[in-house]
């Protein structure tokens, strides 16, 4: 009988050892998930392929313009239709973009702030921007790294793209091509 004392007793203090883990794992559940929700973000490059027309700016658009993520993070960019992912280290600025295209954004032939390939070296006269830049996307003509070009429909079109920010700062995100970030189609990457 003393025994079974020991073992209800027992019992009890594992139940109610358990109940309070159950407590204490919700509540770490709950910061976990807004931590989590911090560490990533969705983010749409492009306002939707229903608005995909030619000389339509509708389309050129970068939704929700200000991204917040944790360093550490990651931003994942669904890009609708042709559009081009630039994004510039922590502090550079689009007046900085302007002042290095000579008062203008740069142009890079035929419709692009930089070039498209993220491989290709930049042109001599925006050089010095190459230090300045964190990622360059996918080249909408052309797909990933050594795919050949595809004309229609271009296989760089319609994708996803994620990107991880291991720094704390604001990055500028711009639509490389070039009518595209006239339109506005900008955003920026705060990371904590």
């Not at 630039?86 to 600025?93: D, E, L, M, Q, S």
Request: hydrophobic share 40%; with cysteine.
């Amino acid at each position: 009988m003393h025994g079974n004392k020991t073992s209800v007793v027992s019992l009890l203090s594992r139940c109610v050892c358990l109940a309070g883990l159950t407590c204490v794992s919700g509540s770490v559940a709950a910061d976990d998930e807004a931590a989590h929700k911090k560490q990533q973000a969705s983010v749409s490059f492009g306002r939707g392929l229903n608005t995909a027309q030619p000389g339509n700016p509708v389309n050129h658009a970068v939704l929700p313009k200000e991204i917040k993520i944790k360093a550490g993070g990651v931003v994942d960019f669904t890009v609708a239709g042709f559009h081009d992912i630039v994004i510039f280290k922590p502090g550079f600025t689009l007046e900085q973009l302007i002042v290095a295209g000579g008062g203008q954004y740069p142009t890079s032939p035929p419709v692009f702030v930089v070039p498209p390939d993220p491989a290709a070296p930049l042109p001599a006269a925006i050089s010095f921007l190459a230090d300045s830049i964190y990622y360059r996307g996918i080249n909408p003509a052309g797909g990933p790294f050594a795919t050949p070009v595809a004309g229609n429909p271009a296989n760089g079109s319609n994708r996803s793209e994620t990107v991880a920010f291991l720094e704390r700062g604001t990055y500028l995100v711009i639509c490389n091509v070039r009518p595209h970030l006239l339109d506005g189609m900008y955003a920026y990457v705060k990371v904590d």
